[in-house]
């Protein structure tokens, strides 16, 4: 597997993985619409201008961010996550105190202050904050620097959909009396179970580092463990990433992850990829759970 490397220019592109499935809902999920439909429902589901639901891409990036955040921590190894837990003035100056790193993501109130202060110095201090970001922050992205993971809105598979969305009835609770509130019912759209979206994520410029979070991520949604939409308490949103496709465009390194690549064949593999979307190495079914295998085991070595 490619031994990835930091690269001296971020908008260089040395990589990129595009990796596809089927997400297959387990249960019912629900994800709103947020907008006004022809629904009588209290809460509509989102839907396409065909009508139809899908799954926007905003949201399984959110569930996959959050799956990978609840994890990161407890790696071997240096990892950090802030999980987008923005510290208190006191919190931020007692981590300080103890030599802690802290996200820039979680306290940006210091960034702001340090640009104000020193207005000649922008790049510099984005420069710096870039570099003290946690992982997480690095890979989905954060005020300070572009996500390397993109996902695309995911689609009812095949256009297959018979049209039923289901109603489910709710009511508020007191959380004082643990009672219900009188006169507050509500009623809310789910999506029934089974329903399977076709799933396409790219990364580029993806470091080692990337690889390992991406693969520990989309590991839980393999073996069913991965969750989206609201109303998850109620059991909602459980989903299972199937029919895994990785395609691997590699411009830096051989197959060996270690020999530089020479310019001439780096050139080869970039005009075949422009020209005909030919990959240097695709992992297929398998193939493909063995490629996340294999970069979780790295972890651990």
């Given amino acids: 597997m490619a031994e990835q490397t930091k690269q001296a220019s971020r908008y260089e592109l040395s990589n990129r993985y595009v990796i596809k499935g089927k997400l297959v809902m387990q249960t019912a999920f629900h994800i709103g619409g947020g907008r006004v439909t022809l629904s009588g429902s209290d809460s509509p589901v989102v839907l396409t201008p065909e009508e139809t ?3 926007p891409g905003s949201s399984l990036k959110g569930a996959l961010r959050s799956t990978v955040e609840k994890l990161v921590t407890g790696l071997p190894g240096a990892w950090s996550s802030c999980a987008l837990i923005e510290l208190s003035d006191e919190e931020a100056a007692q981590a300080e105190k103890e030599q802690r790193s802290i996200c820039p993501t979680v306290w940006s109130e210091d960034i702001k202050r340090q640009r104000r202060e020193n207005p ?10 870039r570099e003290r970001l946690c992982d997480t922050c690095r890979l989905f992205g954060s005020p300070f620097a572009a996500s390397r993971i993109n996902i695309s809105d995911l689609y009812i598979s095949d256009k297959i959909w018979d049209g039923i969305i289901q109603i489910r009835d709710g009511v508020a609770i007191d959380r004082d009396s643990e009672k219900a509130k009188d006169r507050l019912k509500y009623d809310f759209e789910v999506v029934p179970a089974s329903v399977s979206f076709d799933l396409e994520i790219t990364l580029e410029n993806a470091t080692k580092r990337d690889l390992q979070l ?9 073996h069913g463990f991965g969750v989206i939409g609201g109303k998850r308490s109620r059991g909602l949103g459980v989903c299972k990433l199937e029919q895994l496709h990785i395609a691997e465009l590699e411009l830096v390194f051989e197959k060996d992850g270690r020999t530089p690549l020479e310019k001439t064949e780096r050139n080869r593999r970039l ?3 422009l020209r005909d979307k030919t990959f240097s190495q695709e992992f297929v079914n398998e193939a493909g759970e063995e490629f996340l295998k294999g970069y979780i085991d790295s972890i651990f070595e």
């Fill in 271 to 273: 005009r075949d990829y």
């Fill in 214 to 222: 991406v693969s520990v991520g989309l590991s839980e949604f393999v």
């Fill in 120 to 129: 000649g110095q922008t790049q510099q201090i984005l420069a710096a904050a």
């Fill in 53 to 55: 639901p899908f799954i």
